[in-house]
């Protein structure tokens, strides 16, 4: 046999087992998505903080013990008690002040009562003296009680109505106290903060109470200044709180802050947003996470985002056809938490590849899984 032969031979046997090793050859299991056009909602994704809308902080205004208070969840209406302190201490000092303004006034109504009846005296001792009928030495002591009575009325009318002004200061913020020693509530709403108990003595300014209509919530929220010029009142927002991760409650922001400043390491402003009600499940210092939407498109060509590979040439999709992969750049545009916009690179109808996919390699063959995007 010549060698001819046996190398035509070798060749014939390798075109013909080479079709038939790729037909053997494994198939990647891959998930695939529909390139669509829809609408496409663009997203700010952040967290926030749940505070009330309007809310009633009691401090205590007066250094007291509590005799009454409600407990933190206690619904209230208008007028009623929220708490009471012991009022016996104030009333006394009260008192005790008033006594004290009028003994202070009553002393100087008397010294000028006593300095009338010295100037009398004086004056017939000074006519029994200008007749000599009166001893020299006698005058002068009648003189002397006189100097003393009126520096005696001069030195009170000083002091007297500075310490009658002071006590006025005084009795105005006892009274002050004693008021305060009952508070009412302002409106309806509910306790949502208590932070004393019956028989604890508390100081003034301390804060003891916080009541809200928990039915009017807002997020105050962290915006990241790379995101701040973005995010405008009037953009609607969606909260989610991992204590109820079935919830979602809408809302608008309402406010942008004017005011970056420097959170562990994170260029932040604010925002704040009303909930709609009802806001039932949020609570005031919950922590939850927020999506901001700051724009929409119509109709926009668009694959989820995790389609979308990275490469040294830029942004790339696998592009099925014939269950095949096909390597394809692509130019992006808008994106949102979920899809990106396709500006060039692929056509509606066309189906790409869901990573993670490494280990793909352009033309390699696949089995495609249709529906597992999330997509109906």
């Known amino acids: ?97 008033r006594s004290q303004q009028l003994e202070a006034q009553e002393s100087l109504r008397a010294a000028r009562d006593h300095l009338s009846r010295i100037e009398r005296t004086f004056a017939l001792d000074d006519k029994l003296h200008n007749e000599s009928a009166l001893a020299s030495e006698r005058f002068v002591e009648s003189q002397a009680t006189l100097n003393e009575a009126r520096a005696r009325v001069a030195f009170l009318e000083q002091e007297v109505p500075l310490r009658v002004e002071s006590l006025e200061l005084k009795i105005h913020d006892l009274e002050d106290q004693l008021g305060g020693t009952e508070v009412l509530a302002p409106s309806a709403g509910t306790v949502y903060r208590a932070q004393a108990d019956v028989g604890e ?103 989820p985002s995790e389609a979308i590979f990275a490469a040294g040439q830029g942004p790339f999709v696998y592009r099925v056809v014939d269950d095949r992969v096909e390597a394809r750049s692509v130019d992006l545009g808008l994106s949102s938490f979920s899809a990106v916009e396709v500006r060039a690179g692929l056509t509606a109808g066309d189906e790409v590849v869901l990573g993670p996919a490494s280990s793909l390699a352009d033309g390699m063959r696949v089995a495609p899984q249709r529906g597992s995007d999330g997509r109906e």
């Open 1 to 97: 046999m010549s060698k001819r032969i046996v190398i035509g031979g070798v060749l014939l046997v390798a075109v013909l087992l080479v079709p038939l090793w790729l037909a053997r050859a494994p198939v990647s299991e891959v998930r695939v998505a529909e390139v669509r056009r829809a609408p496409l909602v663009i997203e700010v994704a952040t967290n926030g903080l749940v505070e009330p809308i309007d809310d009633f902080e009691v401090r205590a205004r007066l250094d007291g013990r509590i005799t009454e208070i409600r407990a933190a969840g206690t619904q209230v209406r208008q007028g009623d008690a929220l708490l009471r302190i012991d009022p016996a201490p104030v009333a006394a000092a009260l008192k005790s002040a």
């Open 201 to 303: 003595v508390v100081r003034r300014g301390q804060l003891i109470l916080a009541v809200a209509d928990l039915e009017r919530l807002q997020i105050r929220m962290n915006v990241d200044q790379v995101d701040l010029g973005k995010v405008r009142p009037g953009n609607p927002v969606k909260v989610f709180a991992n204590a109820f991760p079935e919830e979602t409650w809408h809302g608008e922001t309402t406010e942008v802050v004017p005011r970056v400043e420097m959170r562990d390491n994170r260029a932040v402003s604010e925002a704040v947003a009303e909930i709609e009600p009802p806001a039932r499940g949020l609570v005031p210092g919950m922590n939850v996470d927020v999506d901001i939407v700051v724009g929409t498109r119509s109709d926009v060509l668009q694959v």
